[in-house]
């Protein structure tokens, strides 16, 4: 069993180890730039814009970890203070900071390549690294400007050292988990957790867990929650709030602990892990490998991942499915990626085992991950989770730059984000502000509210918030649609068309694109003092 190197032999592994690392991160990152090329100077998009990007840019204007411009949602500051110093050595702009998040995403690659590697054998880690960075939610989030990512490549770290026995490695790196995104938490809780029962458990069970002569070194993997403690600490010091503002916690923790969205909120992250954008084929795949007998070589049989590091990652999924099943107001894909890669190496790793034409069977997956990020599927999904994010973004600038053209001292009528992206020049949308008039959404009730106070805006800037499929799976199954409108806010918007009608102007511009649209309605006072003019 490989473990962490002391002394001499530590010495001596540095270098190379340095070399052959500082390789495959310039590998991995030029990889990475290139694919994303077409996509490093859109404006920033919806979470980006609302939350992330204004916390950087108060931390890098002002030296504050609590934002001022935006209310603060408590989130540890190590990735928006890794956005301010970018800023500050190459100046702000969106290709320096999709180009430091792809430094993020090339840092989580690279950790989740070399725990493959030291789990299983070299082709595996290959394998599992390119699905990973082509899985669409994993590709989408390597150049936003979420705290995601980050957390997942941290965790990778962590994970590869206390797998390593590295107990003040393991430390760090869940600590810096941690302090990129609190759930990261969960992983060192999780697996401290796991040793604690393997106290209890009787001998005959110990290839399950982690080996008996690790388990006094268990405390260190508590070492993580003393800098997320201080982080809160000073958080309420500063603002009087512990885990964020009042509406954030109730959105996000009070709201969500229901007793039948948990189940429901559960059955969706078991398919985000297991099934989501492709990953079904890998599952599949996975158990119909296991119907098989393992390969040998040269009279070898191939050997498996080790069943206690095997369970030491069920350990940590567990602990993810559990508590993201309860929390989190909107049930987002990229909140699971610190475990989905390592089902991914998991299955991996089982088909290298078992399955002889097993690169086919990856390749096969691979290509259905870059099919999966140029193409909806037939339900609705959060649209950062495939290219269909660059979409919404092209069509809010094109329909932003004609408001600035045609309407440009016009007072607007909109929702979150665009009421950010029309009233913040920096978000790369409109280069003044726009007085805004806002409202929650598009639906019937909003728009009357709307139309009873129109003297208060000349122009509607309009759009879908919400993907809605040309032909969704399940539209007529009534009891869903009540239980998504009733746990997980979903709701129907008016078309264009219904909003001009009900607020009594005309549409002067309007773009769709796959289960998208954007709209901007002029009120008929509006377009006849333009045109007297």
């Known amino acids: 069993m490989r473990a962490c190197p002391s002394g001499g032999?530590?010495?001596?592994?540095?270098?190379?180890?340095?070399?052959?690392?500082?390789?495959?991160?310039?590998?991995?990152?030029?990889?990475?730039?290139?694919?994303?090329?077409?996509?490093?100077?859109?404006?920033?998009?919806?979470?980006?814009?609302?939350?992330?990007?204004?916390?950087?840019?108060?931390?890098?204007?002002?030296?504050?970890?609590?934002?001022?411009?935006?209310?603060?949602?408590?989130?540890?500051?190590?990735?928006?203070?890794?956005?301010?110093?970018?800023?500050?050595?190459?100046?702000?702009?969106?290709?320096?900071?999709?180009?430091?998040?792809?430094?993020?995403?090339?840092?989580?690659?690279?950790?989740?390549?070399?725990?493959?590697?030291?789990?299983?054998?070299?082709?595996?880690?290959?394998?599992?690294?390119?699905?990973?960075?082509?899985?669409?939610?994993?590709?989408?989030?390597?150049?936003?400007?979420?705290?995601?990512?980050?957390?997942?490549?941290?965790?990778?770290?962590?994970?590869?050292?206390?797998?390593?026995?590295?107990?003040?490695?393991?430390?760090?790196?869940?600590?810096?988990?941690?302090?990129?995104?609190?759930?990261?938490?969960?992983?060192?809780?999780?697996?401290?957790?796991?040793?604690?029962?393997?106290?209890?458990?009787?001998?005959?069970?110990?290839?399950f867990f982690t080996p008996a002569e690790r388990r006094s070194r268990a405390l260190f993997l508590l070492v993580p929650v003393f800098p997320l403690v201080c982080w809160y600490g000073y958080h309420y010091a500063k603002t009087g709030f512990l885990f964020g503002n009042p509406e954030f916690l109730r959105y996000n923790v009070t709201a969500t602990l229901n007793p039948l969205r948990i189940p429901l909120a559960l059955a969706l992250r078991f398919w985000q892990v297991f099934g989501y954008f492709g990953l079904y084929l890998l599952t599949v795949a996975g158990l119909l490998a296991m119907r098989r007998p393992p390969l040998t070589a040269n009279g070898d049989v191939r050997p498996r991942i080790p069943i206690w590091m095997q369970m030491a990652f069920l350990a940590?999924?567990?602990?993810?499915?559990?508590?993201?099943?309860?929390?989190?107001?909107?049930?987002?894909?990229?909140?699971?990626?610190?475990?989905?890669?390592?089902?991914?190496?998991?299955?991996?790793?089982?088909?290298?085992?078992?399955?002889?034409?097993?690169?086919?069977?990856?390749?096969?997956?691979?290509?259905?991950?870059?099919?999966?990020?140029?193409?909806?599927?037939?339900?609705?999904?959060?649209?950062?989770?495939?290219?269909?994010?660059?979409?919404?973004?092209?069509?809010?600038?094109?329909?932003e730059r004609f408001l600035a053209l045609r309407y440009p001292h016009a007072r607007v009528l909109t929702a979150w984000p665009a009421s950010d992206e029309l009233s913040r020049p920096w978000l790369g949308y409109v280069s003044r502000p726009f007085p805004v008039v806002r409202i929650e959404d598009f639906t019937a009730s909003q728009v009357a509210i709307a139309a009873a106070a129109s003297n208060q805006f000349d122009v509607a800037l309009v759009f879908s918030t919400k993907y809605q499929p040309a032909r969704p799976l399940l539209e007529d199954w009534l009891p869903w649609q009540t239980l998504k409108e009733k746990y997980f806010g979903y709701h129907r918007d008016l078309t264009p068309e219904e909003i001009a009608a009900q607020l009594g102007g005309k549409i002067v511009f309007q773009k769709n694109s796959d289960g998208q649209w954007v709209a901007v309605i002029a009120l008929e006072r509006e377009e006849n003092a333009r045109l007297e003019r």
């Open 316 to 399: 940590v999924l567990a602990a993810y499915l559990g508590f993201m099943s309860a929390v989190g107001g909107a049930v987002l894909a990229r909140y699971m990626l610190p475990v989905v890669p390592l089902v991914m190496l998991v299955i991996v790793s089982t088909l290298w085992r078992r399955v002889r034409y097993w690169r086919l069977v990856v390749g096969l997956v691979a290509a259905a991950f870059v099919a999966a990020l140029f193409t909806n599927p037939p339900y609705g999904f959060a649209i950062e989770d495939n290219l269909a994010y660059r979409d919404y973004v092209m069509m809010h600038a094109e329909a």
């Open 9 to 207: 032999a530590r010495a001596r592994q540095v270098p190379s180890v340095w070399a052959q690392d500082l390789l495959l991160f310039a590998l991995f990152f030029a990889a990475l730039m290139l694919l994303h090329a077409p996509l490093l100077r859109l404006p920033y998009f919806w979470d980006e814009a609302g939350y992330y990007i204004p916390a950087a840019r108060d931390l890098y204007l002002t030296d504050t970890l609590i934002p001022h411009s935006t209310p603060s949602n408590a989130h540890p500051p190590l990735v928006m203070a890794w956005l301010a110093l970018s800023w500050r050595v190459a100046g702000y702009s969106p290709l320096v900071t999709r180009t430091a998040m792809l430094a993020v995403a090339t840092f989580s690659l690279l950790g989740l390549f070399r725990l493959a590697r030291f789990c299983a054998d070299l082709p595996v880690a290959w394998a599992t690294t390119v699905v990973a960075a082509l899985y669409p939610v994993f590709f989408t989030q390597s150049s936003l400007a979420h705290v995601d990512l980050a957390a997942a490549g941290f965790t990778f770290w962590g994970l590869k050292a206390y797998l390593e026995d590295c107990p003040w490695r393991q430390a760090l790196w869940f600590s810096l988990a941690a302090l990129a995104k609190e759930t990261a938490i969960l992983a060192p809780l999780a697996l401290f957790g796991w040793e604690a029962l393997a106290h209890l458990a009787r001998p005959r069970w110990e290839e």
